[in-house]
Structure formats: structure tokens, C-alpha cells
């Protein structure tokens, strides 16, 4: 009688974080991976190399930095996405990197999702990513002109709706209403810090 032997299959695949097939062709391509890792609160760009003994980040940034720029706005929208992959490109490029390939993980690739904001970011600062225009979303959508149309809607019919959604914002002197504008100061304050 012979025995089938059971394989067990590997940890990261079993509990769902890591897709190897994606990965071994990510790695075949010999360029870091462009990451882009969004919770609910912030959102974290880094470019990853693959080694040995496991990957290494060659450079990373967070929404939090964006603060220092004068960022005033939530961390995870997607102005603060585009400009966390700006801000992240501009490292690299001063490290000597030029291309990467992008990495979305397990998401899936939806027209206009962040993770493509985060890529549009770094692509306009001047890293080289292969990426397909009709995945990004449109450009008044990324300066934020969503969020103070929706601003200026709520203020109109439920001032009440619109002090508790835009209390983050309001708590630090930010009128939603101004978020495009705000958007191109703190975006000419990074390409700034870098010239």
C-alpha cells in the first residue's frame, strides 16, 4: 500500500497575504517593488528590494511626514496618497533609483484606486513606473476637488453632517471647501525641499 504524502502549503499563502505567483514575476523582473500599503488612517509608499536573507527597503515614506510640509488635510485621501508616492520618488531619485515596477499586492486592480494615485505620484515627480493611463483617476480627483464639492454640498444642506464629517480638518484651520489649493501648496513645499 503506498502513502500519499500531505504537503502543507505555504504560511503566507494559507492565511491569504501573499500571492507567489505575482511575486516571482514581481522578483524576475530585477527592479524594486513600488509598495503601497494604505490602513485606515495613513498611508505608507516604500520601495523594496528582493536579497537572500528576505526584503530590503531602499527608501520609504508615510503620510505623517506629510505634516512637515504643512499637509493639514486627512492622511489616507487621495491627495495625501499622491503625495506620499511624490514624496517617495523625489527620495529615490536623489538615491540613484530610476525605475521600479509597481507591486498592488493582493488588491485588485480597480480603475482609479489609490494604489495607482500613489504610482501617478511618483511618475509625475519622475521615477520611471510602467503604468497604463487609463487606470488613473482623473486629475481634479486627485488634487481633492471631490472632497470640496462634497464639502460645499454637505455645508449647504446639513451643517450639522458637515461639522462632525470635517472635524479633523476644521480642528486644524483647514476649510474643506480649499482642499485643491491645499493641495498645490503642500505639493510645491516638497518640490521645494528637494530642489
Not at 3 to 31: A, C, D, H, V
Request: glycine share 6%; hydrophobic share 40%; net charge positive.
Amino acid at each position: 500500500m503506498t502513502r500519499k504524502r500531505y504537503r502543507l502549503t505555504l504560511k503566507r499563502r494559507r492565511e491569504g497575504i501573499t500571492n507567489y505567483y505575482k511575486r516571482r514575476k514581481l522578483i524576475l523582473s530585477e527592479k524594486p517593488r513600488f509598495v503601497v500599503r494604505l490602513s485606515n488612517k495613513h498611508v505608507l509608499v516604500q520601495l523594496i528590494d528582493v536579497s537572500p536573507k528576505g526584503d530590503v527597503t531602499l527608501v520609504s515614506a508615510h503620510s505623517k511626514e506629510l505634516e512637515k510640509y504643512g499637509w493639514k488635510a486627512a492622511f489616507n485621501n487621495t491627495p495625501a496618497v499622491y503625495l506620499v508616492g511624490y514624496l517617495v520618488a523625489l527620495k529615490a531619485l536623489k538615491r540613484g533609483i530610476n525605475e521600479v515596477v509597481l507591486d498592488i499586492g493582493l488588491r485588485a486592480s480597480t480603475r482609479g484606486a489609490r494604489v495607482f494615485v500613489a504610482a501617478k505620484g511618483a511618475v509625475d515627480a519622475g521615477l520611471n513606473i510602467p503604468l497604463g493611463e487609463k487606470i488613473l483617476p482623473a486629475e481634479e480627483r486627485i488634487k481633492g476637488q471631490h472632497i470640496a464639492d462634497y464639502a460645499r454640498i454637505l455645508k449647504e444642506n446639513d451643517p450639522e453632517r458637515y461639522e462632525k464629517h470635517f472635524s479633523l480638518y476644521l480642528k486644524k484651520g483647514l476649510d474643506p471647501e480649499t482642499v485643491p489649493e491645499h493641495f498645490e501648496a503642500v505639493l510645491n513645499n516638497i518640490k521645494k525641499s528637494f530642489s
